[in-house]
């Protein structure tokens, strides 16, 4: 072999060599700047996960109080229903006393 052909040996393999390294590299950079934007998907969707479970939980709250508002009305209404029903007996009775005019 002469120095030319040895010495485009040499040149392919360092060419080779340097290749797969600047690869590699390049691989390992890649997947730290994928690892670091699935980082930043994973915790922008767990902070609009939070926002979503506030708002349920606001929403709840407010259906409780709701609720034991309902419960108050209800408790009410059927005061009042007694309440009316009571005077009707009262009407009633005052309609029997009392003569008609005609």
Same mark, same amino acid.
Request: charged content about 35%; proline content about 0%; glycine content about 16%.
């Given at each position: 072999m002469t120095d030319v052909? #040895?010495?485009a040996t040499v040149l392919g393999g360092v060419g080779t060599l340097c290749a797969i390294i600047f690869g590699y590299a390049a691989f390992k950079r890649n $997947?730290? +700047?994928d690892d670091s934007g699935e980082? /930043? /998907?994973k915790g922008t969707l767990m902070t +609009? #996960?939070?926002y979503i479970k506030s708002g349920i939980d606001d929403i709840k709250t407010e259906q409780r109080e709701q609720r034991k508002v309902n419960t108050e009305l209800y408790s009410r209404m059927?005061?009042?229903e007694a309440s009316a029903k009571q005077a009707h007996k009262r009407l009633d009775n #005052? +309609? $029997?006393h009392t003569p008609r005019e005609e």
């Open positions: 052909g #040895i010495l $997947r730290k +700047e980082g /930043q /998907q +609009e #996960i939070g059927a005061s009042v #005052i +309609e $029997r």
